[in-house]
Nanobody
């Protein structure tokens, strides 16, 4: 059974930082592209950042330079370090594991709430 369990969300003031973690089980983690997506109220789920199995990263323009995605293949865990947070970063953040061949596995976590407010 595949499980992706996010943690680290919460309430933070503008300009603050948070680190999200996503622990996985049930997949060969090192084979998967890992990503963080987010869904703000009344908006579609959107890309935050992805990291390939060899460490290549991709970021949405809105988070580039502020967020850093990383992975630890020994711990089957992916992280999202979020700095200089803004109120518009408020969203539910979802962890995603995608096998790089279409149709061979695409999994989601349950989400963790991040609220940026003073």
């Amino acid at each position: 059974q595949v499980q992706l369990v996010e943690s680290g969300g919460g309430l933070v003031q503008p300009g603050g930082s948070l680190r999200l973690s996503c622990a996985t089980s049930g997949i060969i983690f090192s084979n998967y592209v890992m990503g963080w997506y987010r869904q703000a109220p009344r908006k579609e789920r959107a890309l935050g950042a992805t990291v390939t199995n060899v460490g290549s990263t991709n970021y949405a323009a809105s988070v580039k330079g502020r967020f850093t995605i990383s992975r630890d293949n020994a711990k089957n865990t992916v992280y999202l370090q979020m700095n200089s947070l803004k109120p518009e970063d408020t969203a539910v953040y979802y962890c995603n594991a995608r096998f790089p061949v279409v149709g061979y596995g695409n999994y989601w976590g349950q989400g963790t709430q991040v609220t940026v407010s003073s």
